[in-house]
Every structure is written in structure tokens, then in C-alpha cells.
């Protein structure tokens, strides 16, 4: 993520959302720091964006276009995702 997010800052946004079970707030700031994660990370304690986008399971990749409607939703990266976002620029 931290390489998509770097080759195609400014044409996309990059979030990473910790859904905060089982781990600290602290625990994922360290986590963002050691790994030098430059894309906005967002921790969900009341699991506000993991209830509004019907995670049930880690990891869980989606992809949604500027409007929030969901245009990919899987437990895998996508191995197509030049064609998502290809579309999604367009």
C-alpha cells in the first residue's frame, strides 16, 4: 500500500483503517513508524467505518470511487487493480 500510495499520491487517497480489535492505538502508531508509513492511517475503536462498509474479517481491501460506492471488496489485494483504478480515473 505504501508503494501505491507513493506512485499515485495526488491521483488517489491511500487509507489504511486498523479496526481496533485486538490491538492499541499505541500499538498501531508504533506499527506506522517503524514501518515509515506515509498514508493516512485511521484507527476505528468504535468501529464506526468497519460497520458502515461490512468488514468481517482482516485483512479486507476495498476500493471505493470519489462518491464512497464500494468498486471492490475482497480479503486479497486485487491482482487486477491497474484496471480499478484505470477505471476509477478516468
Do not use: C, W
Request: aromatic residues 8%.
Amino acid at each position: 500500500m505504501e508503494r501505491l500510495h507513493k506512485r499515485l499520491s495526488g491521483k488517489i487517497e491511500v487509507i489504511g483503517i486498523n479496526v481496533g480489535i485486538n490491538e492499541r492505538e499505541k500499538g498501531v502508531k508504533e506499527y506506522v513508524k517503524e514501518k515509515n508509513l506515509t498514508f493516512t492511517i485511521i484507527y476505528d475503536e468504535k468501529q464506526k467505518v468497519t460497520k458502515t462498509y461490512g468488514v468481517m474479517g482482516t485483512p479486507t481491501h476495498i476500493i471505493t470511487d470519489r462518491k464512497g460506492f464500494v468498486r471492490y471488496r475482497d480479503a486479497k489485494f486485487p491482482h487486477d487493480l491497474e484496471e480499478h483504478l484505470k477505471e476509477l480515473l478516468e
